[in-house]
């Protein structure tokens, strides 16, 4: 299956998990959070407090929708995989016919 041929949502739950498993990602987000942080630890007016509860709201919102993503782009590469398997099979079983149909006439021309 090419990129071209999938269909957007596919697409994009695929961009968004290889980019949620990157080492930029890790580091943006962190910074965002650690930012986040000290502005409301440093502010004089504390839009959210400590615990920082809307950001422990948008931490676990952010985590229940990527790993749907991941599993969604898993089941996808599991179905390509399949077929890919599905397809060297067939061309394995149609080689191997081709193959001793090949010495079954080899050996017909030496017994001539």
Do not use: C
Request: glycine letters at 2%; hydrophobic letters at 45%; charged letters at 25%.
């Amino acid at each position: 299956m090419s990129e071209k041929k999938d269909p957007l949502k596919d697409r994009i739950s695929t961009l968004i998990a290889e980019w949620g498993g990157t080492w930029s990602f890790i580091l943006w987000f962190l910074s965002l959070s650690s930012i986040y942080m000290l502005i409301n630890i440093f502010s004089y007016k504390k839009f959210d407090p400590y615990p920082f509860q809307f950001l422990n709201l948008a931490l676990g919102f952010i985590a229940s929708l990527q790993a749907p993503f991941i599993m969604m782009v898993q089941n996808r590469r599991e179905k390509i995989e399949s077929e890919k398997q599905q397809k060297d099979l067939d061309l394995d079983l149609s080689t191997n016919i081709l193959v001793k149909a090949i010495f079954k006439e080899m050996r017909r021309k030496k017994n001539e």
